[in-house]
């Protein structure tokens, strides 16, 4: 799986929209970009994937440049509760029946401010 | 409906004990995850399984063995603890549905392991 960078830390202030960057130069064609969360004290929560259009779900947005080399993760309208570590991960899609090994790197740091 | 559990939430042993960490997937659900977390880190992949079969493996010296077991639930084991081995394991489940569809992982809260 491509490796990732992400800044280790950002503040956002409430209500205001949070954009988290992900650097993954290296994806490959068939390689998805995902976006997990933690909050403090709890496991990972899956949040959005996408391939190489931007993609929307009731938490959030992918932003994929068009190269897809990078991209950007969005919340639209911060609340305290997403204070959290944020984990972009690249990875293929296809799965072999359970081969679905997540790599996480050290992530970003989002501390929302109120 | 309920997530996935762990037991216990929290532990303590000392250098060279054994140690065994339980997991209960989301009901339906096929395939179990095991990840470490070292404080300040991101989780790594230490197995998973899948129909009681082991499917992946990490980077993990022979003391971490994991199993499944029918009802899909899977324990890790980890024998002569280190104080390295102090962190924080979390159980992931998926559907495991159908091959060639990702299927999301949802992960348990973790057990809380800590070496003296």
């Known amino acids: 799986d491509a490796k990732t960078t992400q800044p280790p830390s950002m503040d956002c202030a409430e209500g205001r929209a949070a954009n988290l960057p992900c650097n993954h130069s290296t994806i490959s064609g068939n390689e998805y970009v995902y976006w997990y969360r933690q909050i403090h004290s709890q496991g990972p929560q899956y949040i959005i994937h996408?391939?190489?259009n931007n993609e929307t779900n009731e938490m959030a947005s992918l932003i994929i440049t068009e190269d897809r080399k990078s991209s950007t993760l969005i919340l639209p309208h911060a609340t305290l509760r997403d204070t959290a570590v944020y984990y972009c991960?690249?990875?293929?899609?296809?799965?072999?029946?359970?081969?679905?090994?997540?790599?996480f790197g050290t992530g970003t740091r989002l501390t929302i401010i109120p | 409906d309920a997530g996935v559990t762990q037991s216990p939430t929290h532990l303590i042993k000392t250098r060279g004990q054994h140690v065994t960490l339980r997991c209960s997937p989301i009901s339906g659900h096929k395939s179990v995850s095991w990840y470490q977390q070292v404080l300040g880190q991101g989780p790594q992949f230490i197995f998973q399984?899948?129909?009681?079969?082991?499917?992946g493996r990490g980077n993990f010296p022979d003391r971490f063995s994991a199993r499944q077991f029918p009802n899909y639930s899977s324990e890790l084991n980890v024998n002569a603890l280190l104080l390295g081995d102090s962190a924080l394991y979390l159980c992931?489940?998926?559907?495991?549905?159908?091959?060639?569809?990702?299927?999301?992982?949802?992960f348990g809260p973790g057990t809380r392991l800590t070496v003296l």
């Open positions: 996408g391939l190489k």
């Open positions: 991960i690249v990875r293929v899609k296809i799965s072999n029946f359970g081969n679905e090994k997540l790599t």
């Open positions: 399984y899948y129909e009681k079969e082991e499917r």
């Open positions: 992931a489940s998926s559907l495991a549905e159908r091959e060639g569809h990702y299927n999301e992982q949802f």
